[in-house]
């Protein structure tokens, strides 16, 4: 039988796992340190497609969680019995995906008798830079950029955070993806724009990613998008060749720069000196240099998580896990997947 009344150890090891898309991921972690962190990707079968098939997903999934955690824990020298508690994603993404990694983790958690902690993805994005500096507390000003999410926060305590700004409409990795796609580069977007980017000049007037006339945070990529779009499209009309390297890299200056300028003043206006950042879009490296330069120059301390723990992993699943766990913060046995959760 399952039992609930779980005594909370201070250095618990937990193990993480992810399957929101196309990342079957699994880490361990023994409080902050983080021991082992794993992917297997269906990313290269679903470029064949141009974007992320469901089904192709949630069976790639299937094949690979068993294998994945088996990596993960003797990465870690860590055997099944020494895990204090299972993280898991629960949403948002993928309903079939998420329930696969959901599902794994509620047959361990259960076995092994342990917690069972329901991570929101989001959420883990948000707490990959306490795997960073061990001594990171709040409060702290995070920059969260992903696929789905875009946002300046402020973090008040371990549980407790302000949204002080988001997008109006598209998400900074959606507009990459979909700039990507103008530019025929293939799947994933993101990383594409960036390496084409490194090759053209800031030389194509784009609107900012930013609502025009506000001193708000508020943020908007539609306008920047559809910029980028009717410029190539009137290239192709006058027979003009399109620049596409410059597009790539005026593109990521107006997606980018506001972000980071947003971000900055934030911090400085609530005083609040340390500055993270979590999502796909931060293992951008021209977005990564210019926090750096801008948090130097305001004097704030950067806390920005390695590329690899930005995109889709499970550390972050672990280390909001660790979160949720020294709150006592666990999950019921019918805990139900999720494809859509607000951010708060
Ligand atoms: O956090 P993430 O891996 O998944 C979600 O939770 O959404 O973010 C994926 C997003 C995609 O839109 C992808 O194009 C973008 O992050 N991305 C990048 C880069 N790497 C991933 N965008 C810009 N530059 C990159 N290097
Ligand atoms: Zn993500």
């Known amino acids: ?64 969680v068993d294998e994945v955690v088996s990596l993960a824990l003797s990465e870690a020298g860590v055997t099944l019995k020494e895990i204090d508690a299972v993280a898991v994603t629960y949403g948002a993404g993928l309903l ?30 948000m707490a990959a830079a306490y ?38 409409d598209d998400a900074a990795g959606e507009a ?10 293939s799947y994933p977007g993101g990383v594409n724009v960036e390496r084409l980017a490194k090759e053209g000049e800031n030389s194509v007037p784009l609107p ?3 609502v025009k006339n506000t001193q708000t945070l508020q943020f908007s990529y539609s306008g920047l998008k559809t910029a980028v779009i009717n410029y190539c499209h009137n290239k192709e009309q006058k027979g003009e060749k399109v620049d596409r390297e410059n597009v790539a890299c005026s593109f990521q200056h107006a997606a980018v720069d506001p972000l980071v300028k947003k971000t900055v003043e934030s911090a400085v206006a609530l005083n609040v000196n340390t500055v993270t950042a979590g999502g796909g ?51 019921p046995m019918d805990i139900n997947a999720r494809a859509q959760i607000p951010l708060k």
């Open 131 to 168: 795997l960073v500096d061990k001594d990171l507390k709040p409060p702290f000003i995070t920059l969260l950029a992903s696929g789905g999410h875009t946002a300046i926060l402020h973090t008040k305590t371990f549980t407790e955070f302000e949204i002080l700004g988001g997008t109006s």
């Open 1 to 64: 039988m399952y039992n609930s009344n779980f005594k909370i150890k201070s250095d618990p090891v937990i193990l993480g796992l992810e399957s929101s898309c196309d990342e079957t991921a699994a880490a361990v972690i023994r409080g902050r340190t983080l021991l082992s962190s794993k992917i297997i990707s269906s990313a290269t079968e679903q470029a064949k497609y141009g974007g992320v098939v469901p089904e192709i997903a949630s069976r790639a999934h299937t094949e690979a």
């Open 208 to 210: 900012k990613c930013q």
């Open 96 to 125: 079939g995906a998420l329930l696969v990694g959901l599902s794994f983790a509620k047959s361990l958690a259960y076995t092994l008798n342990v917690p069972l902690i329901a991570v929101n993805h989001i959420r883990g994005h």
């Open 281 to 331: 879009v931060i293992a951008n490296g021209y977005l990564r240099a210019r926090l750096e330069e801008e948090c130097t120059k305001a004097g704030l301390k950067l806390i920005l998580p390695e590329k690899k723990y930005c995109t889709d992993n499970a550390a972050m699943i672990a280390a909001e896990g660790l979160i949720q766990y020294l709150s006592g913060n666990f999950a």
């Open 176 to 185: 990459f993806d979909k700039v990507a796609r103008v530019l025929g580069l």
